[in-house]
């Protein structure tokens, strides 16, 4: 304005500003550059409004420059809200690491949030100073372009060095961007991995829990318990959960103790579809204890009501019917056309204390077994007479193949109850 000030103050002393063809006198103001000397003449041609292609591409680079700055700006903001989430999370596994106390080994091969890869403080400080040297150097760019494009011409060199400058700024921007996703995402797999570690801990915890709770429970061994049903009811019972294959043969061996009159009732029955009593054994009031195959009876000579434990197995074959009783090791006696040629069915329900008119269920009190059983074991196959005697002498256990004796087999009901039992024992102590 002071240069166009005095243009106008010489123009007007000089009084020769006048313009062809005009009528009359007008002034022209024309800008004088500074320092130029006033005494020569000047040029009256208009070189205000007058713009070189060159000028205008250098204008349009310093504003694309300008805006590529801003970009920058907000990439580096948005970076630093980044750094202090990392900053955060790296303060919580550090105060985590020194919770666990100072002489932990870090083993930098496993992935554990409290073993981090490096040091949490010099990565920190080394993010701090990329950063601080990131920030001085938008500042001098800034500075740099405030003072080419506040006067005179902007060279090619300058532009292509703010040209490499910026290129290498955005390399660096990169590569520390890359960085720190990969610093989030092995963050992230550490805290997924300890968190899968300590599921795996505690379910293993529970899993421990869980068997110990059990083994309060459990008896010295899956065989040592008994079934006691004390009533003559139609709703305590006992059930195997296992069920039997189709059969040609089979011994049924089991200790039993009771006292009840008239009868025993029904030590155990097994009943398919369209036959509930296809293997039954049964002592109902006065009458002797008797065996059912496919409802087909033969009367057998056992007394067990005595209130001791006994020991009996029946053994049956499909051929001829044939079938043997043994009491306490002892053969008392055999019989045959007992449903001969019939084979055993399978996928039936085995009832402990009940007797069946229907499958699982119906139930008869007066037919209701009183007292306790043990070792209810079934084979496929007539056992020797010497296994048995060893198992009733106690010399030997043979645990049913088709049917043992355990106790995850046998399931209560009715306010029956399983209780521990060492058979051999208690028949001692009975004896």
Known sequence: ????????????????????????????????P????????????NRVQSTSPQEEELRNTIIQLRETILQQKETIVSQQGTIKELNSKLARCEAEAKSRGSARRKDYSKNTMGD????????VEQLGKTMQSLKDRLGNLEQQLRTNTSGGPFPSELRDLLKRRLSDLESQLLTRVAELEDEKSQLYNETTAHRQRTENTLNSLLERITELEKSNNAFKSPEDFKVS?????????????????????????????????????????????????????????NSPMELLVNDKVAQLPLSVSDGRWHHICITWTTRDGFWEAYQDGE?????????????????????????QDIVGG????????????SHFNMWDRVLRPIDISAMANCSAYMPGNVVPWVDANVEVFGGATKAALEICEDRLFDS
Request: charged residues 15%.
């Open 1 to 32: 304005m002071r240069v166009l000030f005095v243009a106008l103050l010489l123009v007007y002393a000089s009084g020769s500003g006048e313009v062809a063809g005009a009528k009359g006198s007008r002034f022209v103001c024309t800008a004088v």
């Open 331 to 355: 053969r008392l006696g055999t019989g045959e056309n007992l449903a001969p040629w019939h084979p055993i069915k399978p996928g039936g329900v085995i009832i402990l204390g009940q007797e």
């Open 362 to 373: 119906r139930f008869d009190a007066t037919q209701a077994f009183v007292g306790e059983l």
């Open 116 to 123: 981090l890869p490096r040091d949490p403080t010099e990565t």
């Open 34 to 45: 500074a320092g130029a000397d006033l005494s020569c003449p000047v040029e009256t041609t």
């Open 229 to 285: 049903l004390p009533l003559r009811t139609n709703y305590l019972y006992g059930r195997i959960k296992k069920s039997l294959p189709e059969m040609y043969a089979f011994t049924v061996c089991m200790w039993l103790k009771s006292s009840a009159s008239p009868g025993i009732g029904t030590p155990f029955s097994y009943g398919v579809p369209g036959q509930a009593n296809e293997i039954v054994l049964i002592e109902w009031g």
